[in-house]
């Protein structure tokens, strides 16, 4: 299965923007970028995927390299609730099912007010 | 909608006893999951269901039996508890592939203590 990397944290301010890394230097051509992310004692919520563009939604931006082998999660302004863990998943798939979501550990966001 | 629902929320379990946990929702997706969460870890898959009546292990079904019977539910059973099982259960759905990506959608969590 397609692997992704990640820091195992990351610290902001509150009102600044927070790029988020995630490594995946073994993607396939079909395979989606997908972005959750877990709040304390919540399940995961989804927050962005991408393909090959950059993707932009009311929670987040989405830059995926040229050659696909990186990719980074903007938000553009942290606030106390973006604390989180967030994870970096490909989505692969197999002979046109449905792709299951693989979590790694994620990388831990703290945000200093 | 209620979206995704999961009971019970807190479960005490001895070593060797039997439960199902419970997974309804609302959304009349296709596709299902169960993961569990271990502490400091990411979520790992169980078992899967593609619609009523498929279902399909995932990267740590022992110890764990699913059925579909109905859209809308997907109970996860633990047929002989062990401590190794203590952990927190996620359950999801998502809409099929239509030949584009899907979000899942996660429920509450069931937290699971097996002593």
């Known amino acids: 299965d397609a692997k992704t990397t990640q820091p195992n944290s990351m610290e902001s301010n509150e009102e600044e923007p927070v790029h988020l890394p995630c490594n995946h230097s073994t993607i396939s051509g079909t395979d989606y970028i997908h972005w959750y992310r877990q709040l304390p004692s919540q399940g995961p919520e989804y927050v962005i995927h991408?393909?090959?563009s950059n993707v932009n939604n009311r929670m987040a931006s989405l830059a995926i390299a040229e050659d696909r082998k990186s990719s980074t999660l903007i938000l553009h302004r942290a606030t106390l609730r973006d604390a989180a863990v967030y994870y970096c998943i490909l989505r692969v798939i197999y002979g046109g099912s449905q792709g299951n979501l693989i979590f790694g550990k994620g990388t831990k966001l703290s945000v200093k007010p | 909608n209620a979206g995704v629902t999961q009971t019970p929320k807190f479960q005490v379990l001895k070593t060797g006893q039997s439960m199902t946990l419970q997974c309804a929702q609302d959304?009349?997706?296709?596709?299902m999951s169960w993961y569990r969460q271990d502490p400091g870890m990411g979520l790992r898959l169980i078992h899967y269901s593609v619609g009523a009546g498929i279902t399909d292990q995932g990267e740590v079904p022992n110890g764990y039996n699913v059925s579909r019977s109905t859209t809308e539910d997907f109970p996860l059973r633990l047929l002989s508890a062990a401590p190794s099982q203590t952990s927190v259960y996620f359950c999801?759905?998502?809409?099929?592939?239509?030949?584009?990506?899907?979000?899942?959608?996660f429920g509450p969590g069931t937290r699971l203590t097996v002593t």
């Open positions: 991408g393909l090959t």
């Open positions: 999801a759905s998502s809409e099929p592939d239509r030949g584009r990506p899907y979000e899942q959608y």
């Open positions: 959304m009349n997706h296709e596709y």
